[in-house]
């Protein structure tokens, strides 16, 4: 059973960078069997998916967030990691990591962090 | 980005009662369609994955259909668990979209 949990600073500054980090355990990122992501919810709204990283290093983001984003992988930790450059108080969220299996699932989240809220704010 | 939208955006129901909840695609997915349930303060747990196919541990009462642009998740009995928001999403092509949510509340 994979179980996810992630990490990171609750409060970000302006103009700053939002840095995340997701532990995976119960299972290894190295084994290729899971695409790793991160999702995101605003206050009281609906989910957006950020992107996703495979164990490879390969990697899609989102064009709405393209620009800002960076998602890196560490199979020695068994961690993987968002970095979203600039962000403003629109990017105040519950910031979810979840996977997806190459085979069964294959695109729906079956595994999900307990998501962790970031504030953007000064 | 495919659209994503769902009807209702709410309802009320009682314990015991059958729903129905709506999403559309704006363009054909096939069935690459998933339901999430949402709990407040939770994350969302997966219901339905492809389009009707229930994932392991999901009560029975829960059903998915549908194929294409419009798709249906059906609670057969309602239960005083089952008071959340529901979301769909499509995986048919990136980036991958949700649906806005349905809330499920009680009558």
């Known amino acids: 059973q994979v179980q996810l949990q992630e990490s990171g600073p609750g409060l970000v500054k302006p103009s700053q960078t939002l840095s995340l980090t997701c532990t995976v355990s119960g299972g290894s990122i190295s084994s290729g069997g899971y695409y790793w992501s991160w999702i995101r919810q605003h206050p009281g709204k609906g989910l957006e998916w950020i992107g996703y990283?495979?164990?490879?290093?390969?990697?899609y983001y989102n064009p709405s967030l393209k620009s800002r984003v960076t998602i890196s992988v560490d199979t020695s930790k068994n961690q993987f990691s968002l970095k979203l450059s600039s962000v403003t108080a629109a990017d105040t969220a519950v910031y979810y990591c979840a996977s997806w299996g190459i085979t069964g699932t294959t695109g729906a989240f079956d595994y999900w962090g307990q998501g962790t809220l970031v504030t953007v704010s000064s | 980005a495919i659209r994503i939208t769902q009807s209702p955006s709410s309802l009320s129901a009682s314990t015991g009662d059958r729903v129905t909840i709506t999403c559309r695609a704006s363009?054909?997915?096939?069935?690459?369609l998933a339901w999430y349930q949402q709990k407040p303060g939770k994350a969302p747990k997966l219901l339905i994955y492809?389009?009707?196919t229930l994932q392991s541990g999901v009560p029975s009462r829960f059903s998915g259909s549908g194929s294409g642009t419009d798709f249906t998740l059906t609670i057969s009995c309602l239960q005083s668990e089952d008071f959340a928001t529901y979301y769909c999403q499509q995986y048919y092509s990136y980036p991958f979209t949700f649906g806005p949510g349905t809330k499920v509340d009680i009558k």
């Open positions: 363009q054909g997915i096939s069935s690459y």
């Open positions: 990283i495979y164990y490879s290093g390969s990697t």
């Open positions: 492809a389009a009707s």
